[in-house]
């Protein structure tokens, strides 16, 4: 049976390819982006199929008005991706207040406003799913992305909880993280502080010329296959609560999560020695 889906950023990247292949297969899509135009192929195709909202997700009075007037128009929307959202490079001490205010307010409050505006309406309807785009860099972190690992590390943490929270509604949440994509991201999407003196011979810089000297070839992601295997997620009956896609993401999350693992095993008497004598642990 066909589906209907809300989804946010769908310009370019995974938002537009996750449209189009919804779209072809059947699927109803509430597509939401600041750039409407982009869209304009997709809406000559598939008129029936397609509703089309300006939706900046910084705003979130507009947030709540645009997820209200889907779920009105839509009837039920079955999936809600969480999909808009551009990387910071440079090393924390070169960020403008400014570029760290709007990283945080588009990748996480933007994204948290987001879940917190279709919650009720996924409660109403008896259950639906999230899928929120986070990243590898939501398990591990590189020098010179700080911010942009804060906001997924933050976004991962917000919905760890809430998919506690609403599992017993039928909402089932899911953080898809992948590695290296060949979208927008590492191109226009990729906002950059201007490079200090200080930092140039540092690990932030290198990942900053790295990223400059990156070629499509060298990114292993697949846009196609990435997005067909969040659609593949999201229909299963128990969606998984990570989507970790890409060798590169399999690969870095392995190593950082064998890391910590291996750093709190080293720690367990340590750890133990802190609790107070007349501790008694609480049943579970
Ligand atoms: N590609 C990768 O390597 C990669 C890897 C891991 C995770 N991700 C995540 O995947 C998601 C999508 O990125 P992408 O790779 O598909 O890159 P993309 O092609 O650059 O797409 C980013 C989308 O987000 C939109 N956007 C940015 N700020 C927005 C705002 N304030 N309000 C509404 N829309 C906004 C962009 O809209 P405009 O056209 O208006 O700018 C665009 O539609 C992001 O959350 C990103 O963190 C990407």
Redesign the pocket.
């Known amino acids: 049976m066909s589906k209907a889906w809300f989804i946010?950023?769908?310009?370019?990247?995974?938002?537009h390819e996750l449209a189009e292949q919804l779209l072809a297969r059947g699927d109803r899509v509430a597509a939401t982006?600041?750039?409407t135009e982009?869209l304009d192929a997709l809406a000559a195709r598939y008129p029936d199929q397609l509703w089309i909202r300006r939706?900046?997700?910084?705003d979130t009075a507009a947030i709540r008005a645009v997820v209200d007037a889907a779920f009105a128009e839509l009837g039920r929307i079955d999936v809600v991706v969480s999909?808009?959202?551009?990387?910071l490079l440079g090393a924390a001490e070169e960020l403008t207040d400014e570029q760290i205010e709007h990283q945080l307010q588009?990748?996480v409050v933007?994204s948290i406003q987001l879940t917190r505006a279709v919650l009720p309406h996924l409660r109403a309807q008896g259950g639906g799913k999230i899928l929120q785009?986070?990243?590898?860099g939501g398990q591990m972190a590189y020098a010179g992305m700080s911010l942009y690992h804060a906001s997924?590390w933050a976004i991962e943490g917000f919905l760890d909880s809430v998919g506690q929270e609403v599992a017993t509604f039928g909402i089932q949440t899911c953080l898809v993280e992948?590695?290296?994509?060949r979208?927008?991201?590492?191109g226009?999407?990729l906002a950059m502080a201007p490079a200090s003196e200080a930092y140039a011979a540092t690990p932030a810089a290198r990942v900053r010329e790295l990223a400059a000297s990156r070629t499509a070839s060298a990114i292993p992601?697949d846009v196609r296959k990435m997005a067909r295997a969040m659609i593949d997620a999201a229909d299963a009956e128990e969606t998984p609560r990570r989507l970790l896609l890409g060798s590169d993401a399999y690969k870095l999350v392995h190593t950082a999560l064998a890391e910590r693992l291996a750093f709190v095993e080293a720690h367990h008497d340590l750890a133990v020695s802190t609790d107070a004598d007349d501790y008694v642990p609480a049943a579970t």
């Open positions: 946010t950023g769908t310009s370019t990247g995974f938002g982006l600041r750039r982009a939706l900046d997700v910084t999909n808009a959202g551009y990387g588009t990748n933007g785009l986070s990243t590898m997924k992948p590695g290296g994509a979208t927008d991201f590492a226009r999407s992601g």
